[in-house]
């Protein structure tokens, strides 16, 4: 019994990781707004913005989220965020996840 919960759960969590997958091409389209801070290849021309190349996906999509959702603050990027869907937000995780680090701004 505890073996068919266990792969129930761990199905569970991976359809919801697959179900959470966004488009990377999509995703790159959509970017063009957020390059003026973050850079074309995700990292950014300025120190003050973080870049995101290759960062993690949960918190790509969690620091969008926040920011989408009023949980975190900032001028420039809580006004980007506010129209912002889920799958907007997929998209974007999955394109920035994908960027190599580089060492200088492209």
């Not at 926040?66 to 997929?90: C, Q, T, V, Y």
Request: with cysteine; aromatic share 8%.
């Amino acid at each position: 019994m505890m073996k068919i919960i266990g792969s129930l759960v761990t199905g569970l969590v991976l359809f919801g990781q697959v179900a959470q997958a966004g488009d990377l091409e999509t995703g790159r389209k959509k970017s063009a707004t957020c390059a003026a801070c973050h850079g074309a290849v995700g990292i950014s021309p300025n120190t003050a913005w973080p870049n995101l190349a290759n960062q993690q996906l949960a918190y790509l999509v969690k620091q969008m989220k926040a920011f989408r959702d009023g949980e975190r603050s900032d001028p420039w990027m809580s006004p980007m965020a506010k129209p912002l869907s889920d799958e907007d937000i997929a998209d974007l995780a999955a394109f920035y996840n994908s960027l190599p680090i580089r060492d200088e701004y492209q």
